[in-house]
């Protein structure tokens, strides 16, 4: 028994030691794991940082690429209309005698990211053998001549075939294996002839439609022709709007059921695991001063952008329409909303310098504002569709 507690008391320190030094090596472990946590916990944030900033770069949902000022930018225009085969005279505003270049020198700037410039080559890397087509009015041709400009001046050496059309027009970069197309139509529904005249048809979609269904990228537009009035300019003599046959009705709740039908047709017919489709937006005209606080005045003779990022004049109807009907398609389409930022742009238009005469506040100068929507357009192909 003696030995035993003899035994014990010299094993006590031993154990003692035994326990501190397990102690001290667990503390210091949890320690280091303390501090491993805490530096990937520093790294993850940093890399969340880091990401965050390459998100901004690549145009991800978390930027709202539509949302932002126009700022002076020495490095614009993307080309010279002088150089570029594509465009029409009414849109080379140069050409007709403005005299003033200051407006070619504005880039969009978005207030949480920054847009990647331009490259044409890139473009045609990125989607080459594809096929892109824009679908609508005379927004639409503005648009496709600017992205075909675009892409020119990044390879102005690529052999092209161009193609004047109608409804279908085509711009093909040969090398690349890309066209880009236009496919005129104003109202997207369809307008047919009758023994009482040309009637808007707002439920059906059928003429040239079957042209559409096989693009990679479609890029449709409407709105520019829905407010025309007169026997020339509307385009109609009489509206069918199910079983009516009318001479007129609102033009925003035409314009409303229109875009319902080819909602419709996009969601029967688009085979989405192919096709990104994209719906331009409202493109405004600035032919009321009074929008802007300056009610003696037009587009005419404007020489720089609005500043900041609200249009006093404020937001229009028929984009609301488009809002509501996007986000009731099953379809996912993204909507450029270039509303707002083309709003801004008062000084954009070819005014008095479009070659046919008159004063032009409803198309835009090229190169110029359509450039930065085709720029959005190639920022917004790697986003989450935006409606």
């Known amino acids: 028994m003696g030995f035993k507690l003899i035994y014990l008391f010299l094993l006590l320190p031993l154990l003692t030691l035994t326990i501190l030094s397990r102690a001290d090596h667990a503390l210091a472990s949890d320690k280091k794991l303390h501090e491993s946590h805490r530096n990937r916990t520093v790294l993850a944030g940093a890399g969340r940082v880091k990401i965050a900033a390459l998100k901004g770069r690549k145009q991800t949902s978390d930027c709202n690429l539509f949302q932002g000022r126009w700022v002076f930018d020495a490095s614009y225009p993307f080309y010279d209309s002088s150089a570029c085969p594509f465009i029409d005279g009414e849109f080379d505003c140069l050409k007709f ?49 600017s992205l075909g400009c675009m892409i020119h001046a990044s390879v102005p050496d690529t052999k092209t075939t161009f193609l004047k059309r109608t409804p279908v027009s085509s711009l093909t970069f040969q090398e690349y294996g890309v066209t880009i197309y236009l496919y005129r139509t104003p109202y997207l529904v369809d307008i047919s002839k009758e023994s009482v005249g040309r009637v808007l048809n707002l439920g059906t979609i059928e003429g040239g439609a079957d042209v559409w269904k096989d693009m990679d990228i479609l890029v449709f537009n409407s709105w520019h022709w829905w407010l025309h009035k007169g026997v020339e300019l509307q385009g109609w003599d009489y509206i069918r709007n199910g079983s009516s046959l009318i001479r007129d009705m609102d033009r925003l709740d035409a314009f409303s059921k229109g875009l319902a039908t080819w909602a419709q047709w996009v969601d029967q017919n688009v085979n989405i695991s192919q096709t990104r489709v994209f719906f331009q937006g409202i493109s405004p005209t600035h032919y009321v001063g009074k929008e802007w606080n300056e009610p003696k005045n037009s587009c005419n003779g404007q020489m720089q952008p609005l500043s900041g990022s609200t249009y ?48 032009d506040c409803s198309h835009w100068c090229l190169p110029g504002l359509p450039d930065t929507w085709n720029q959005l357009l190639r920022s917004s192909l790697g986003v989450k569709n935006r409606t």
């Open 97 to 145: 005698g403005r005299p003033d270049r200051q407006f070619l020198k504005y880039s969009w700037q978005p207030d949480s990211c920054t847009i990647p410039r331009f490259d044409g080559q890139a473009f045609l890397n990125k989607w080459r053998g594809k096929r892109v087509m824009f679908v609508g009015d005379s927004l639409s041709q503005n648009m496709w001549e």
């Open 312 to 359: 006093p004049g404020g937001s229009l109807p028929a984009a609301s329409i488009v809002s509501r009907v996007l986000s009731s398609m099953r379809t996912p389409v993204y909507l450029l909303d270039i509303t707002t930022l083309s709003q801004l742009r008062k000084d954009a238009h070819p005014s008095t310098y479009g070659g046919g005469g008159g004063t």
